[in-house]
C-alpha cells in the first residue's frame, strides 16, 4: 500500500510539473515577446491598438483619473519603460512631456521616439500675466501666446497622430506592415464617419460659445466652429475681477453650457453657472475610448449651446 502511495504521489507531482510546463509555453513566451509601445495618455493607447491590435502591448504612462499636468510617474513605470520599444509622444508641449521626456529617454534611450505632433499646426491660446486688476483695466498687462497642446480632442488632429503612430509601428515591427496598414485605413474611416457625425450633430451651432474651466477642448471647437471661453488663466484660479469678466462675458454671449474636466475644481465653474443660469457638465478629453467618448462629448454640446 505504501509504495502505490509513493507512486501516486509521483505521478501526481509529474502530472503538475508537465502542466506548467504547458502553461509556460509558447503563448506565455508570445505575450512576453511583445514589443512594449509606451504611450503619454490614454487616448493614444486607442491609436496603438487600432493598428496594431495584440501584436504589441501598449504601456501607458499617465494612467486613467490622473493629470498629465502634474502626474509623478512611478517606479514601477521606469522599469517597465526600459523594455519599450518605441514611445509615441503626443509632442504638442503637453507638460507631463516637458518635465519626464528628458529623463523617459534617459531610462531606455535605445526606444524609438515618435512625435505625434509631426504635421500639425499648434492652435495658440492667449494668456496674461499675474500683473494687478488696475493694470488689466488699464491695459498695461503683459498679454503672450502660448501653445495649446490638447490636439487629440478633434478628429481631424487624432488622423495625423494615428498616422505618424503608424509609421513608428512599421518601423519597430515591418513584417506587419501590411496588417498595420489595414488596421490603420480602417480606422482611419471610424475617425472620418466620427467627424461627418459631429459636424452634421452641430449644424448651426456655429458661432457658439462655451465655458470650460482648463481649456481642453480648443482644436474641438476650431474644428467645428466654436468658441472656447476658459476660466483657468495659465493654471491659476481666476481673480475677482476675472470672474467678473468672465460672466459680463457669458451673458454677452447667452452661455447656457460650462463644461468641467474631471480632477480639476469645480469652484469658480459652478459660481459662475448660478450667476448666469448655465448647467455645469462634466466631459473627460483623456478616456481611452477616443471614439465613443466624442460620441458622448457631442451629444453635450449639441444639448448645451445655444
Not at 147 to 154: F, N, Q, R, V
Not at 176 to 205: F, P, S
Not at 209 to 231: C, K, M, N
Amino acid at each position: 500500500m505504501r509504495k502505490l502511495c509513493m507512486a501516486f504521489v509521483l505521478l501526481l507531482s509529474l502530472g503538475l510539473v508537465l502542466t506548467s510546463g504547458c502553461t509556460d509555453g509558447p503563448e506565455a513566451s508570445a505575450s512576453l515577446d511583445k514589443p512594449i509601445v509606451a504611450v503619454s495618455i490614454l487616448p493614444q493607447a486607442e491609436f496603438v491598438e487600432k493598428i496594431a491590435g495584440d501584436n504589441v502591448k501598449v504601456l501607458v504612462m499617465v494612467p486613467a483619473g490622473a493629470d498629465p499636468h502634474t502626474y509623478e510617474i512611478t517606479s514601477g513605470q521606469l522599469r517597465d519603460l526600459s523594455k519599450a520599444r518605441m514611445y509615441v509622444k503626443v509632442g504638442s508641449g503637453l507638460d507631463f512631456e516637458k518635465v519626464w521626456m528628458d529623463r523617459l529617454i534617459a531610462q531606455n534611450p535605445d526606444m524609438l521616439i515618435v512625435d505625434s505632433s509631426s504635421g500639425i499646426t499648434l492652435r495658440t491660446m492667449e494668456a496674461h500675466d499675474e500683473g494687478s486688476d488696475e493694470e488689466y483695466e488699464a491695459g498695461e498687462y503683459n498679454e503672450s501666446l502660448t501653445k495649446d497642446p490638447h490636439i487629440w480632442t478633434s478628429p481631424q488632429q487624432a488622423k495625423v497622430m494615428v498616422n505618424n503612430t503608424y509609421a513608428g509601428l512599421v518601423e519597430i515591427d515591418p513584417d506587419n506592415q501590411e496588417l498595420y496598414m489595414q488596421n490603420r485605413d480602417a480606422y482611419l474611416a471610424e475617425l472620418d464617419a466620427a467627424d461627418a457625425t459631429i459636424r452634421e450633430t452641430l449644424a448651426g451651432k456655429e458661432g457658439s460659445s462655451f465655458i470650460v474651466y482648463h481649456p481642453s477642448w480648443g482644436y474641438f471647437a476650431d474644428t467645428y466652429g466654436l468658441d472656447e471661453i476658459s476660466v483657468e488663466i495659465e493654471g491659476k484660479e481666476p481673480s475677482a475681477k476675472d470672474m467678473q469678466r468672465l460672466v459680463d462675458a457669458a451673458k454677452e454671449k447667452n452661455v447656457k453650457v460650462i463644461f468641467v474636466q474631471p480632477g480639476f475644481s469645480t469652484t469658480s465653474t459652478k459660481a459662475i453657472a448660478a450667476e448666469i443660469n448655465a448647467e455645469v457638465v462634466a466631459v473627460d478629453p483623456l478616456a481611452k475610448d477616443y471614439i465613443d467618448n466624442l460620441a458622448k462629448v457631442t451629444a453635450a454640446f449639441e444639448k448645451g449651446l445655444a
